[in-house]
């Protein structure tokens, strides 16, 4: 039918155009599906389809590129860009060059998709049809004027939206900016009072961080029991010093008492700072048990928090390590079967489970940074989950959400390596990757297996290698970033790696655009 609606989707992943065409499976849409920019701008000015779709993260052609081109060539398209990654700055850029009419995230609600796309084909009826009833003899200019004034009339309703979001997100950087300091003041306190439980503190909350982010669990999350875990025994600044030195070498019977007040008193810290309310919360419960019979308020199972039971086998973990006291004389070798005996007692059964994992992950690190020599067959998955763990704790960027992480891992097997030469390697690009990007951006890693090789690349949305510099990057000493950290000794050490493992590297960079390293391991070591 000569009047059906055309919609052109675009992405790099056939996977995710077949899913597309799934939305509309039922409908009398005529779709059509290209696997690049530059395909589907040859068959645009031909099609003038009513609705574009792109993706933003594809190889050859951003998306906000090939939007910016599209519009060119058929201005009276709809354009949406699909994106997993929607940065403020591809927001403004998009609205500006490429005449975006929306934005749609992905994963995405196939129902609200489906939704939208009609709303929008609904008022595109309707602005023809209004443009047809005022001027039946109107020709094809004065059309696309009359809808450029209609689009340009959105596009200044959205960027007054824009201007407020700004406003609010300058005023919450100077919030969390408070907050932070507000933070560091209390545990000032807590060192000031006692160097013993201020190192405790540190310990607890650096396990406990690891730890949620070992769980994948989402990024407020993994903040919100970091805070906690810091500040978890801030109440005990309330004590004397005479039971403080105590706590270390045994308390006497009243001192156990006065103890079991210092989660309330903790709270009580944080009444007057609403953002840190759910902080208070954590603290005051961070001695109630699995089984009920913990205190203040006796919760029992999952009325427990979850961040709030990371933060307590974590604690329970430490002073069993840390603290040779009385109420945990346990030695170290006697750890695992002390936790087991807490599991449904102190302990969620599931957190204790998956807390022995982690801590056998903590030991298979270790052991891979004291082997400096040994080859043996290791997962490359790993090596890299292990090197974005280390990277991650070092840039704020990556736990603010301003970088945005994705990966691919295929089928990867394992290969016989070097592991902490390899996840050297691995930290070294990651690191390099991240201090490229200045402000908001994303890198994205994917393994697959060629005919020999595991292929390992990483890509990045930062500044590029100008093309003068790229021959020298992988010199000893030689650095791009001027004096950051970790300057210069970062792609040697992965070009020293690659020789040991007789493997290969291929480099693409595009200055302002960003850069993918690829490295080549071999399946063999022969």
Not at 92 to 107: M, W
Not at 216 to 226: D, F, G, M, S
Not at 305 to 330: E, S
């Amino acid at each position: 039918m000569p009047n059906q609606p055309k919609i052109v989707f675009v992405d790099d992943e056939p996977s995710v155009t077949k899913s597309l065409e799934r939305v509309f499976f039922d409908t009398s849409y005529r779709l059509y599906s290209f696997k690049s920019g530059e395909e589907a701008l040859q068959s645009i000015p031909d099609l003038e389809p009513d609705i574009v779709v792109s993706d933003q993260m594809m190889p050859k052609m951003k998306g906000s590129d090939f939007l910016e081109r599209a519009f060119e060539l058929s201005p009276l398209s709809n354009f949406i860009m699909l994106t997993a990654f929607p940065t403020f700055e591809l927001v403004v850029r998009a609205l500006n060059e490429g005449n975006i009419c929306s934005f749609l995230t992905k994963p995405w609600d196939s129902g609200e998709f489906r939704k939208h796309i009609d709303q929008i084909l609904d008022e595109r009826r309707k602005e023809l049809l209004l443009s047809d009833l005022s001027a039946e003899d109107a020709n094809a200019d004065e059309l696309r004027h009359r809808i450029q004034m209609l689009r340009i009339q959105v596009k200044q309703r959205i960027q007054g939206i824009i201007a407020k979001n700004q406003e609010l997100n300058r005023a919450n950087t100077a919030l969390e900016r408070s907050i932070w300091d507000t933070i560091r003041i209390f545990f000032s306190l807590i060192e000031k009072k006692s160097d013993f439980i201020g190192q405790h503190c540190v310990r607890v909350s650096k396990m406990a961080k690891g730890f949620a982010r070992y769980l994948n669990l989402p990024a407020e999350v993994i903040v919100e029991t970091e805070i906690a875990a810091l500040l978890h025994d801030i109440g005990k600044m309330a004590l004397s010093d005479a039971i403080i030195d105590r706590i270390s070498q045994g308390l006497y019977k009243d001192d156990e008492q006065l103890l079991t007040f210092h989660p309330l008193i903790g709270q009580y810290s944080f009444y007057s700072i609403g953002h840190l309310h759910k902080i208070g919360i954590y603290i005051r419960n961070h001695h109630e048990k699995w089984n009920g019979f913990g205190f203040p308020d006796k919760l029992t199972g999952e009325e427990i928090p979850l961040p709030l039971r990371l933060i307590q086998i974590c604690n329970f973990y430490d002073n069993l390590i840390n603290l040779q006291f009385k109420h945990h004389p346990a030695r170290q070798e006697k750890t695992v079967s002390n936790l087991r005996q807490e599991a449904g007692i102190s302990f969620s059964p599931e957190i204790v489970g998956k807390f022995l994992l982690y801590l056998k992950e903590l030991e298979e690190l270790k052991k891979i940074e004291q082997n400096q020599e040994k080859m043996e067959l290791y997962s490359p998955e790993k090596l890299m989950e292990m090197a974005l763990q280390q990277v991650t704790d070092e840039s704020n960027a990556i736990s603010d959400g301003d970088i945005f992480i994705s990966k691919n891992y295929t089928s990867a097997p394992h290969i016989s390596v070097q592991p902490k030469l390899v996840k050297t390697m691995f930290t070294n690009l990651l690191r390099n990757s991240v201090e490229s990007i200045h402000a908001k951006g994303s890198i994205s890693i994917e393994m697959s297996v060629t005919e020999k090789y595991l292929k390992t690349s990483i890509q990045d949305t930062g500044s590029g290698i100008p093309d003068l510099l790229v021959n020298k990057i992988f010199e000893p000493g030689f650095s791009t970033k001027g004096k950051k950290k970790h300057k210069g000794e970062g792609l040697s050490e992965v070009y020293e790696a690659l020789r040991f493992h007789r493997g290969k590297i291929e480099l693409k960079t595009t200055p302002g655009k960003g850069t993918t390293v690829s490295i080549f391991l071999p399946l063999s070591s022969q």
